[in-house]
């Protein structure tokens, strides 16, 4: 008698494998949304004052020099300083680094820049740029060591307008502990940890890796001549493109 005609059918070995697999998998999944979910309420819980606000090292930006501030465009170059200033912390208030140079070791002030946007943050424009502003800007192609290829970038075109300014690190409010929300997340990250269960929890929630320098450039194999053409083109259209 065939057992595909029981009721209960046995199943084989195989899929008795392969369902305690997946089942295995959906426990990751689970506590992997679970993790997330925990994350989420400590980055949502609010910032409290301190009763002693106390000094942590020494930050550095960039602020109007006092020419600019008397100038008649003092108010547009203003507005524009919170959308490409940058901020370094350093617990030196001279912001040396220490640099290697032929067997010794010596300091050199750490450079800071103001801000600048790749091609997709320009087209994109989530700090809001104005049309007016973004005249301020100058496309300039820059070879990236990281990377190593060449970039395009919008840079300011006159930096001199700010200066850096050095000033105290005051630290004034501190996040607001949830002790029960840290016991559950800390159990979860050592469960994780001890069993080695990062790789298949990445793989199951965000799929194999890719290279981050390709996220924007798309693939030789999906390149098609035709996709940005009208379904309503001619022949002549097509015949051009081919060529």
């Not at 103001?114 to 104005?130: E, G, I, Q």
Request: with cysteine; glycine share 2%.
């Amino acid at each position: 008698m065939d057992t595909h005609q029981w009721n209960c059918r046995i199943r084989s070995a195989r899929q008795k494998k392969r369902i305690v697999k997946t089942d295995r998998d959906k426990q990751l999944i689970k506590l992997q949304k679970r993790r997330e979910e925990l994350y989420q309420q400590q980055m949502s819980l609010p910032m409290v004052p301190l009763q002693q606000p106390y000094q942590r090292g020494w930050k550095r930006l960039f602020v109007l020099r006092d020419d600019v501030k008397r100038s008649a465009s003092a108010q547009f170059y203003e507005a524009l300083l919170p959308k490409i200033n940058t901020i370094q912390f350093h617990y030196d208030k001279t912001f040396k680094k220490k640099k290697r140079r032929k067997k010794r070791y010596g300091y050199e002030i750490k450079q800071q820049l103001l801000r600048d946007f790749s091609t997709h943050s320009w087209k994109v424009n989530r700090v809001a740029l104005t049309d007016e502003e973004k005249t301020c800007f100058t496309q300039v192609e820059i070879f990236d060591i990281k990377t190593k290829c060449n970039e395009i970038r919008y840079v300011l075109t006159e930096p001199w307008r700010y200066v850096l300014k050095i000033a105290p690190h005051m630290v004034t409010h501190v996040k607001m502990k949830d002790l029960d929300l840290e016991r559950e997340l800390g159990y979860i990250e050592t469960h994780i940890d001890v069993n080695h269960l990062g790789p298949r929890i990445n793989l199951l929630s965000y799929g194999r890796s890719y290279r981050w320098k390709n996220r924007f450039v798309e693939r030789t194999k999906y390149h098609n001549r035709f996709k940005k053409l009208s379904k309503y083109a001619g022949k002549e259209a097509y015949l051009a493109s081919e060529g």
